[in-house]
């Protein structure tokens, strides 16, 4: 099966804060691996993709086959970073991805 | 460079009617995706229109069809509608036989009200 299970739907943290959004798939294939974003009243946007290995507005996430998981963190929590953050998995072959239901971001001053 | 745009950014519809929905692609973008993101299910993939072609379709029954034209942009037409067809629908892009790690980029989308 397909699948993947963002666990958390809400998140709090505090400005300055270490932030961990938990991504975990399914998937008996080579895995390749997005987060994507939307800001409010912005479109979904691209934050990272594994292949890359880059970092983006502070955001890093790594692959870890054993325990399928591709968590997305960040050291120092900023209040532009409330967002909903989306893992998505991309299907070899079928040129699709499949999103998690997503985990709604929340900065507090 | 101009993003994906998709039109309209709403409709209302009754049951039983047709809905079209159409996007057009980042330039040099051949392959387009719809995505259905209906409350409390997430984003759903749809179709995918490659160079003209429909190359894959999720589990979603036929009355959801589409069509891409020769110049990329696509149209997602939905006949019979139902009420649980209600969501915001996503069109997004990529470069053509998109390599695995490729993103693909999304529009606004559309906002379809069933009454």
């Known amino acids: 099966a397909q699948r993947v299970t963002q666990p958390e739907k809400l998140l709090s943290v505090f400005k300055g804060a270490p932030v961990e959004l938990k991504c975990n798939y399914s998937?008996?294939?080579?895995?390749?691996l997005f987060w994507y974003v939307q800001y409010s009243r912005q479109r979904l946007q691209l934050l990272l993709r594994?292949?890359s290995r880059e970092s983006i507005k502070g955001f890093t996430a790594d692959l870890n086959k054993g325990e399928t998981s591709f968590h997305l963190k960040k050291p120092f929590a900023q209040e532009e970073d409330s967002a909903m953050y989306y893992c998505?998995?991309?299907?070899?072959?079928?040129?699709?991805?499949?999103f998690g239901q997503g985990t709604r971001l929340t900065i507090n001053p | 460079e101009a993003g994906v745009t998709q039109s309209p950014t709403h409709l209302i519809k009754t049951r039983g009617q047709q809905a079209t929905l159409r996007c057009s692609p980042i330039?040099?973008?051949?392959?387009v995706y719809w995505y259905q993101q209906a409350l409390g299910l997430g984003l759903q993939f749809l179709l995918w229109?490659?160079?003209?072609?429909?190359?894959n379709r999720g589990n979603f029954p036929p009355r959801f069809s589409g069509r891409q034209f020769p110049n990329y942009s696509s149209e997602l037409n939905v006949n019979a509608l139902e009420l649980e067809d209600s969501a915001l629908y996503l069109c997004?892009?990529?470069?053509?036989?998109?390599?695995?790690?490729?993103?693909?980029?999304f529009g606004d989308g559309t906002r379809l009200s069933i009454l």
């Open positions: 997004a892009s990529s470069l053509a036989k998109r390599v695995r790690g490729q993103p693909q980029h």
């Open positions: 998937y008996s294939g080579s895995p390749e």
């Open positions: 594994h292949i």
């Open positions: 998505a998995l991309d299907i070899q072959g079928a040129q699709k991805l499949v």
């Open positions: 330039s040099g973008h051949t392959s």
């Open positions: 229109y490659d160079e003209g072609e429909e190359r």
